[in-house]
């Protein structure tokens, strides 16, 4: 059996689409079983807008929708994204069936002036990394608003382009810091560049960061029984109560929001937030049996609203 998958052509996608395929192929070569995997390469919008912020034309589905299309159309028989790229609601006739096992969630702070002192662990506050008046690059409306809680007078600059554009940036003293994915740098052999790693339960992750998921047909039945071995099932309903969370709070990708979810001893526990361009900000938890993932997270964002989080929102479109 050959299988086309379709995926980005950066760097850090096609290591993501290499990984895909080999853990496929090497799991039924171990069943003495031929499966193939072609690799194919799709720029998408997204890839092609590197000078302005993808809120301003639609968010991180740019990412997706030249790939989907070439689900439906049969050119790929599957798609291998970022799931933090995938918008909430997937087009009808196509899901998302496989997650790998979930990488290092948090992001990372890549500082200008390196501290004496590597920092290990889970950091909770960057005071003195941070100080007034320093330039930070992201174009991330989440990172944005949990750095500008806790930090007074940091100045956000937009940062766009890979990986390698980006950490550039940083060393040629564009900013004093860039916020990235720790997941994506420890994929491509960068996290010596990673000065602190931020505690996902302060520092909120994106919905589904550190994640790679696998998108195919829902009619595509035997691509769903040879997809089968490659999912995390721990993984999978922690992101999916992510998911749900996001989905009911039904915001646009404007709004700076997070949310993110792990498993302990049969429960699933979701902290999530909301916030706005205009600084106000709620957070909540919730957790329960991990069986019932979606309506536990649904459930969180039922809390959220409950305590104001739609007119929160509603002023990141004034």
Same mark, same amino acid.
């Given at each position: ?165 980006? %950490? *550039?940036?940083?060393? &040629? @003293? ?8 720790? +997941? =994506? #740098? /420890? ?94 900000? %709620? *957070?909540?938890?919730? &957790? @329960? ?8 997270? +649904? =459930? #969180? /964002? ?17």
């Amino acid at each position: 059996m050959k299988i086309k998958l379709g995926t980005r052509g950066s760097r850090l996608a096609l290591y993501q689409a290499n990984l895909v395929k080999s853990r496929l192929e090497s799991h039924y070569e171990s069943l003495n079983e031929n499966i193939r995997v072609e690799i194919i390469t799709v720029k998408t919008t997204g890839d092609k807008i590197l000078n302005a912020s993808l809120s301003s034309f639609g968010g991180k589905g740019l990412f997706v929708k030249e790939i989907e299309e070439a689900l439906f159309s049969g050119d790929i028989d599957i798609a291998v994204h970022s799931l933090k790229d995938v918008p909430q609601v997937i087009p009808e006739g196509l899901e998302i069936g496989v997650t790998l096992k979930r990488d290092d969630p948090s992001d990372c702070i890549i500082l200008k002036e390196k501290p004496q002192s590597p920092l290990t662990g889970y950091i909770q506050d960057l005071t003195g990394f941070l100080k007034r008046g320093a330039i930070v690059g992201t174009s991330s409306l989440r990172r944005r608003s949990l750095l500008d809680r806790y930090y007074e007078g940091l100045i956000f600059e937009p940062l766009r382009g890979n990986i390698d554009t980006r %950490l *550039e940036k940083v060393k &040629k @003293g564009f900013f004093d810091a860039i916020v990235l994915s720790s +997941s =994506g #740098l /420890a994929r491509l052999n960068l996290q010596s560049y990673i000065d602190a790693y931020l505690d996902p339960s302060i520092y909120i992750p994106q919905c589904g960061q550190g994640v790679i998921a696998v998108e195919y047909r829902t009619d595509r039945d035997d691509i769903k029984e040879v997809m089968k071995p490659l999912n995390d099932e721990d993984t999978f309903k922690a992101v999916f109560a992510e998911r749900a969370c996001i989905r009911a709070l039904d915001c646009g990708c404007a709004s700076p929001v997070g949310a993110y979810a792990y498993i302990k001893d049969g429960e699933i526990y979701i902290k999530g937030f909301v916030s706005n361009t205009v600084g106000e900000y %709620l *957070e909540d938890e919730f &957790k @329960g049996n991990k069986e019932d993932y979606e309506n536990i997270g +649904s =459930g #969180l /964002a039922l809390m959220l609203i409950e305590k104001g989080a739609i007119g929160i929102l509603g002023k990141n479109n004034l």
